[in-house]
């Protein structure tokens, strides 16, 4: 905590990001240079026996501005540092200037302390403990995995299925996949936690299949059946195994750059796939975007992205996930898809019945389709009130996981981000 007035050079500062929207305090300056993220001012001797005065740097301004930019009242500098390191990696906008990185070392330390906290992390740890710990805390730990899963959220249905219902009024979700991707998140969990033998091969593999779908996973089902008789299927699962936390600590400034690159071309070509379920209007090169999405079999863990880069609390996870390799070589993919698309006279966004079609005639369009559902959607609601119907939603019951019944951990499932800390550091 500083004692008496601010630096001339401080106050400087102060004054620079309040003229940007940016209120901080000097406190809060000291805070963040003790935690090694903003250097201190540089001086400037006055000559003849005058002392000297610190001098405020243009690089200073950038950088308090991009903490400012992400700073709470409440939220641990930790998640600051890492929401700062996700602009940090974003493309710059035209007629902006770059945001600068923040200091490795400050943001190894909280990707780890983020995931170290985590709720994968956290239900990991409980399964271990209810696998040496005997058979009523095993069930008890299953009934409060399913317990968590069925009160959240789930993931977004396939666009198509999800674009059906939104049309629709009278349309309903085809529950079987998503009950089906709940079952597989709680073995998956309880894989981690207990070993394979507890979830036994088939239902691993089927937990897999179900969080990628539309790869080939009979051969794989096959070898985890022939490793169970064999009586090595810990072995066999542990050949894939991977600790997202052992695996975040030994990563190293690089890596962890690309995969911030990986994450953030998969989340954008996720909000792209999700956002034909909201009534986006549809391109071929859209449709040939979802197509190879689907095919690839990791279409549910990419859209899962989308959330996940948004906020603080899910950016450790994304990265997790994208120091696969193979999500690295998925990025590349659509990368390449996408210079393609865009070496061709049609763009990405260019509508089929469009000859001078722009990005504005595009948000006309999908604006035009959200107003001619809401338009439907309220003459539907006057006609029921004219006939003295109350429109009245279903909630739409979840259905429980059972405990498998079996005698695995090669990827954890995602999980809905935790809360964030409300301490400083």
């Known amino acids: 905590m500083p004692r008496g007035e601010p630096s001339p050079a401080d106050q400087q500062l102060i004054e620079h990001l309040a003229a940007l929207g940016l209120y901080v305090s000097a406190a809060q300056l000291e805070r963040w240079r003790g935690a090694g993220l903003l250097s201190g001012h540089a001086r400037a001797w006055l000559g003849r026996g005058r002392g000297s005065v610190s001098v405020l740097a243009e690089e200073t301004v950038t950088v308090a501005a991009a903490i400012a930019e992400h700073a709470r009242p409440g939220r641990d500098l930790r998640w600051?540092?890492?929401?700062?390191?996700?602009?940090?990696?974003?493309?710059?906008?035209?007629?902006?200037?770059?945001?600068?990185?923040?200091?490795?070392?400050?943001?190894?330390?909280?990707?780890?302390?983020?995931?170290g906290r985590s709720r994968a992390q956290r239900l990991a740890a409980a399964g271990r403990a209810a696998a040496v710990a005997g058979e009523e805390e095993q069930d008890a730990f299953y009934a409060h995995v399913t317990r968590l899963f069925g009160r959240d959220a789930g993931l977004l249905p396939h666009p198509d299925e999800l674009l059906r219902v939104v049309e629709d009024p009278d349309a309903e979700l085809a529950r079987g996949p998503d009950r089906r991707l709940r079952r597989g998140a709680v073995r998956l969990i309880a894989a981690a936690g207990m070993g394979a033998a507890e979830v036994g091969g088939e239902a691993f593999v089927d937990a897999l299949a179900a969080l990628m779908p539309g790869l080939d996973w009979a051969p794989v089902?096959?070898?985890?059946?022939?490793?169970?008789?064999?009586?090595?299927?810990?072995?066999?699962?542990?050949?894939?195994?991977?600790?997202?936390?052992?695996?975040?600590?030994?990563?190293?400034?690089?890596?962890?750059?690309a995969a911030r690159r990986t994450a953030q071309m998969l989340a954008g070509i996720g909000a792209l796939y999700v956002m034909h379920g909201l009534l986006m209007p549809d391109t071929p090169g859209l449709a040939?975007?979802?197509?190879?999405?689907?095919?690839?079999?990791?279409?549910?863990?990419?859209?899962?992205?989308?959330?996940?880069?948004?906020?603080?609390?899910?950016?450790?996870?994304?990265l997790v996930m994208c120091l696969i390799p193979h999500m690295g070589a998925l990025a590349a993919h659509f990368e390449t898809l996408l210079t393609q698309q865009a070496d061709t006279e049609r763009g990405l966004l260019w509508l089929p019945d469009d000859e001078h079609s722009s990005a504005e005639a595009y948000m006309e369009a999908w604006t035009g389709r959200i107003h001619q559902l809401t338009d439907r959607s309220r003459t539907r609601r006057t006609a029921q009130q004219a006939d003295g119907v109350d429109g009245v939603d279903d909630d739409v019951a979840v259905e429980a996981c059972d405990r498998p019944h079996g005698a695995g951990h090669m990827m954890e499932p995602t999980l809905q981000p935790d809360q964030e800390g409300t301490r400083n550091r």
Do not use: K
């Open 80 to 115: 600051t540092v890492i929401a700062w390191y996700a602009e940090a990696g974003r493309p710059v906008v035209p007629g902006e200037s770059a945001v600068p990185e923040p200091p490795w070392p400050a943001v190894h330390e909280a990707l780890v302390w983020a995931a």
């Open 288 to 318: 040939h975007l979802r197509e190879q999405l689907d095919a690839s079999g990791f279409a549910v863990i990419v859209a899962q992205l989308v959330p996940l880069m948004i906020n603080p609390t899910g950016i450790p996870q994304a």
């Open 221 to 257: 089902a096959a070898e985890a059946r022939r490793a169970e008789e064999a009586g090595t299927l810990e072995d066999w699962v542990r050949a894939g195994t991977l600790d997202p936390l052992a695996l975040l600590r030994a990563a190293g400034e690089e890596e962890v750059a």
